[in-house]
């Protein structure tokens, strides 16, 4: 959160808005230069030990996944949340919960393509950036993860 505010001293409403601003648009913007750098990464180094064969295809179904997720939460479930209590989001937040385990699964597979994170000593700066940058995207999902399910989530259905 900004400054010294905490999320338990927002609204829904404006814990919906400061997820967007500290994870959502971040999250489009990491997005494509990710996946490009991992396409650039695999078709490099394909054949060597280590290389991470299938992460393009991974992290393009999850962007895909992520995109369509964000793209729910800010067009369905965040501004129902500013409209006060409704039947449906006892549903949507368990629905939203299954696609966050579901992209946990996902964070899971990227660490077995990816040996954990951890690139080969011969591993080039590209390949090193890659990784990097993925465990940063996995610590950023965690955190977004983790405040929807743990704040955002029981605030909304305890209204």
């Not at 729910?72 to 129902?80: G, I």
């Not at 955002?152 to 305890?158: K, N």
Request: with cysteine; glycine share 4%.
């Amino acid at each position: 959160m900004q400054g010294s505010i905490t999320a338990d001293e927002l609204t829904a409403t404006e814990l919906c808005d400061e997820i967007v601003v500290r994870f959502h648009l971040p999250l489009r913007a990491a997005l494509p230069p990710l996946v490009a750098l991992a396409r650039k990464v695999e078709s490099v180094h394909a054949g060597k030990a280590g290389c991470p064969a299938g992460l393009t295809a991974h992290l393009e179904g999850l962007a895909a996944a992520l995109l369509e997720h964000l793209a729910m939460e800010e067009q369905t479930l965040f501004p129902a949340v500013a409209k006060g209590p409704a039947e449906w989001l006892y549903a949507t937040t368990s629905n939203l919960g299954q696609e966050h385990e579901d992209l946990r699964a996902q964070l899971r597979r990227t660490r077995a393509l990816t040996a954990e994170l951890t690139p080969p000593e011969e591993a080039c700066a590209s390949w090193r950036e890659l990784y990097r940058r993925l465990a940063e995207l996995e610590q950023e999902l965690v955190a977004h993860l983790h405040l929807e399910n743990n704040v955002l989530f029981p605030r909304i259905l305890s209204r």
